[in-house]
T-cell receptor
């Protein structure tokens, strides 16, 4: 395990559908973060976990978004009833200095 | 209100010369700072960090300077190489390990 892995790398979906992204952090890292990035912008914080506890959620995380880290290892980010404005790169990072995965690109048609 | 600013959207530098990327922040509670490099279609790659107890940190060709009174930090890359061409983000946090706020990025182009 040499880095953070995210799946899927790309997801194209129709508006109104639900999507789920998975993140597997670096194994010894207790902290796990989700960020979102759109074109021309820096990553925007969504939420983070310390082990299985979700410690902070951004105002950006509407009630259509939910994140879990049930056993303190991998995490999932689910978006329900997707909207075109949800199209972005969803980035997962772990560790105190944020080692990022490759990201999951979402396109909502 | 943008708490972390990178006022130069782009920068071009000749290979072998110094690249200086700047970052300003407004929140005086920020005390831990990171720099990242990002290539297209990849996640950001961590480069270097600095905490507020220091004013300089070096790692190979990369040096970060922090001026707390001016709420300003900069990343120096010496010598610049074509492979350094990427978007660079600075990020700040009020406490190590908590939520980081990112700037909008500066696109660096290193010309051969």
């Amino acid at each position: 395990d040499t880095g953070v892995s995210q799946d899927p790398r790309h997801k194209i979906t129709k508006r109104g559908q639900n999507v789920t992204f998975r993140c597997d952090p670096i194994s010894e890292h207790n902290r796990l973060y989700w960020y979102r990035q759109t074109l021309g912008q820096g990553p925007e914080f969504l939420t983070y976990f310390q082990n299985e506890a979700q410690l902070e959620k951004s105002r950006l995380l509407s009630d259509r978004f939910s994140a879990e880290r049930p056993k303190g290892s991998f995490s999932t980010l689910e978006i329900q009833r997707t909207e075109q404005g949800d199209s972005a790169m969803y980035l997962c990072a772990s560790g105190g200095e944020l080692f990022f995965g490759e990201g999951s690109r979402l396109t909502v048609l | 209100d943008q708490q972390v600013k990178q006022n130069s959207p782009s920068l071009s530098v000749q290979e072998g010369r110094i690249s200086i990327l700047n970052c300003d922040y407004t929140n005086s509670m920020f005390d831990y700072f990171l720099w990242y490099k990002k290539y297209p279609a990849e996640g950001p790659t961590f480069l270097i960090s600095i905490s507020s107890i220091k004013d300089k940190n070096e790692d190979g060709r990369f040096t970060v300077f922090l001026n707390k009174s001016a709420k300003h930090l900069s990343l120096h890359i010496v010598p610049s190489q074509p492979g350094d061409s990427a978007v660079y983000f600075c990020a700040a946090s009020a406490q190590y390990g908590q939520n980081f706020v990112f700037g909008p990025g500066t696109r660096l182009s290193v010309l051969p």
